[in-house]
């Protein structure tokens, strides 16, 4: 008889169906990308208003994922119409000539249960610099979310040149922080 069960449970295993990497698409009523600069060592925040976020992810599964992220850069908002003025010109993101971010990730691991590492490459102002995501997943069935924060140093993608490449003043670091409604259909 327990030859019977486990032939049984063998074959209900083997027909069961993989588990296999979904297409996400954000939600953008969900989501939100943040920055946080420093300004003489007072916490400056700011949002991109327009981003698209892209995974093709299997959470059991994530070496076979991609993370593909589009930011209008020119939807930077710091919450001062001069500050928003400032930051559009060639000194800072140079919104006419770089309109758009991009960050393109195809190495994805697992760090601990529910936890990610995103390696890939971050294109900002023209630069390209490898980056590393570290996020969390959250999800059942068709909706899911991703969430993080890292750290990138603006002088290593030209922003703040000129009299304003000196860190005393603007800081060197800039905290990424985010939040990502995903859907998938299936």
Known sequence: MSRLVLLVAVLLLAAAPAAQAA?????????RLEFTAT???????????????????????????RLDVVIVVSSADMNSADVNKAISGAEWFDF??????????????????????????????????????????TGTGTAARIEGEFVVRRGDFGIGTGEWAATNIIGADVKIRFSVGLRTGG
Not at 23 to 31: E, F, Q, R
Not at 39 to 46: C, K, V
Not at 109 to 131: F, M, S
């Open 23 to 31: 297409d996400w698409t954000m939600d953008a009523g969900k989501s």
């Open 96 to 137: 006419a000539r770089f309109p758009r971010a991009e960050f393109h990730a195809e190495d994805i691991r697992r760090t601990e249960a529910g936890r990610y590492l995103a390696r890939g490459t971050l294109e900002l102002k023209g630069v390209q610099r490898r980056v590393e995501v570290p996020f969390t997943w």
């Open 39 to 65: 300004f003489e060592r007072t916490a400056a925040p700011g949002t991109f208003r327009q981003f698209d976020v892209r995974m093709h992810f299997d959470h059991d599964k994530p070496v076979d994922g």
